[in-house]
């Protein structure tokens, strides 16, 4: 089959080798599936550049977690009825050596869920890991209805699904969005009011905007950059859920954390249990086949153009990158 590769970390295209290779099998409660789409997260990216705190665990692997394709063999323990299923992929790469970014991947069956209909491969490669992350972040916390949510990031792959979500669940949604270009899309998939910062100006602004409130839900993409100005403009007992940082050190005033009894949650997509990630695909399901939310996708490549579309993540590329994979 044809994969993309690397044997050591650095930068794509050093290191990201395009050839043929060994199918994988399908072991005990995995499945076999021919990808036609391979998804790029930023985690793929920086596990492949050999960011801190991320070593590598296999002499060679085959990256991204992320994809959609077409079930063609089974494994032990998986009834043979799944065979011609179109799959949505994610987690693919997990605590394995081989990905999506192939012809071929194996996985347990668990992380292959039946493509929501309307959907094509390319789309379905985007959902796995950002639509996980944003409607865990959206809807694993309580209710929302006519609730303040703040979305950080807004303007991104997760942001953008957490932005819709919340607007499905019938929040008032509020989305920092720095990038211009990004803001008209926010809106229009629900956004109720656009931030452009997070300066004392913004504080303000929400403030008003809340009618003095302030924000009951805050969903985070960079908490070592955002964490004191989330508290301070949180609704008393609210909640801060965090999905990402930059930095592994955070200075938030915890005195008004505790003044304002205020509850923060950080999580790791990767490290959900079976049922919260039920729950979030159920949510995401949803969104897709109950609404005309679709996932913003910024390019689209060949397989042997991987370095590229690692590059383009790393440029912060508006919109989703995929790898799109023909016979």
Same mark, same amino acid.
């Given at each position: 089959m044809r994969a993309v590769w690397y044997c050591r970390q650095g930068p794509a295209r050093e290191v990201l080798e395009y050839g043929e290779t060994d199918p994988p099998t399908p072991g005990s409660g995995d499945v076999l599936v021919r990808v036609n789409a391979s998804g790029v997260n930023p985690s793929d990216v920086k596990q492949r550049a050999g960011a801190p705190g991320r070593v590598q665990p296999y002499p060679r692997i085959i990256p991204h977690s992320d994809g959609a394709g077409i079930i063609v063999g089974v494994g032990p323990g998986v009834a043979d009825e799944r065979v011609g299923q179109r799959v949505l992929l994610y987690r693919a790469q997990q605590e394995r050596a081989f990905g999506t970014a192939?012809?071929?991947? %194996?996985?347990?069956?668990?992380?292959?869920?039946?493509?929501? =209909? $309307?959907?094509?491969?390319?789309?379905?490669?985007?959902? !796995?890991?950002?639509?996980?992350? %944003?409607?865990?972040?959206?809807?694993?916390?309580?209710?929302? =209805? $006519?609730?303040?949510?703040?979305?950080?990031?807004?303007? !991104?792959?997760?942001?953008?699904?957490a932005v819709a979500l919340a607007a499905l669940a019938g929040a008032n949604v509020f989305a920092l969005v720095r990038a211009p270009s990004r803001r008209e899309r926010v809106r229009a998939i629900g956004a109720c009011h656009i931030l452009a910062d997070s300066g004392a100006e913004a504080a303000t602004e929400l403030a008003r905007a809340t009618g003095g409130r302030g924000i009951d839900l805050s969903i985070d993409v960079d908490f070592s950059a955002l964490g004191g100005f989330l508290v301070a403009v949180a609704a008393s007992e609210g909640t801060i859920v965090t999905y990402g940082s930059a930095r592994n050190e955070a200075q938030v005033p915890i005195r008004d954390v505790r003044q304002k009894g205020l509850a923060i949650h950080g999580f790791n997509v990767y490290r959900l249990s079976p049922a919260r990630n039920a729950a979030a695909l159920e949510r995401v399901t949803r969104l897709l086949t109950q609404t005309e939310f679709r996932p913003a996708i910024g390019c689209v490549l060949p397989l042997e153009r991987c370095p590229e579309a690692h590059e383009a993540v790393e440029a912060g590329s508006h919109g989703k990158v995929v790898l799109e994979l023909k016979d």
């Open positions: 192939a012809q071929f991947v %194996a996985l347990p069956q668990e992380f292959a869920v039946e493509m929501p =209909a $309307g959907l094509s491969f390319v789309e379905a490669a985007t959902v !796995g890991v950002p639509g996980v992350t %944003a409607a865990h972040a959206v809807g694993g916390y309580g209710d929302i =209805a $006519g609730r303040n949510v703040l979305i950080t990031g807004a303007g !991104g792959a997760v942001g953008s699904y």
